[in-house]
């Protein structure tokens, strides 16, 4: 995965860490550093999608209601491409 690189953007809106994203952080972190993939993370205001949270969204597609289970999923999913 030569030069791959991520750009996520996390909603940091209370009802998202209210669901969990807090965790997601760290896990998006060591799947960057595992695989050798540069990920840039920034947070965000509310999304107002709120009843779909937590939000992220990479390289501009949008991920809802992301977990701690299913973030590696999306992660491996959206680099198969």
Same mark, same amino acid.
């Not at 953007?9 to 799947?31: T, W, Y």
């Not at 050798?36 to 597609?61: A, F, Q, R, T, W």
């Given at each position: 995965?030569?030069?791959?690189?991520?750009?996520?953007?996390?909603?940091?809106?209370?009802?998202? *860490?209210?669901?969990?994203?807090?965790?997601?952080?760290?896990?998006?972190?060591? *799947?960057?550093?595992?695989?050798?993939?540069?990920?840039?993370?920034?947070?965000?205001?509310?999304?107002?999608?709120?009843?779909?949270?937590?939000?992220?969204?990479?390289?501009?597609?949008?991920?809802?209601?992301?977990?701690?289970?299913?973030?590696?999923?999306?992660?491996?999913?959206?680099?198969?491409?």
């Amino acid at each position: 995965m030569d030069n791959m690189k991520l750009e996520i953007k996390m909603c940091m809106g209370s009802s998202c *860490f209210a669901r969990g994203n807090g965790s997601l952080l760290s896990i998006i972190e060591k *799947f960057g550093n595992d695989n050798n993939i540069e990920i840039d993370i920034v947070g965000s205001l509310c999304e107002n999608k709120c009843e779909h949270g937590p939000n992220i969204y990479i390289n501009g597609k949008t991920y809802n209601a992301v977990t701690d289970a299913n973030v590696l999923e999306i992660l491996n999913q959206h680099i198969k491409k």
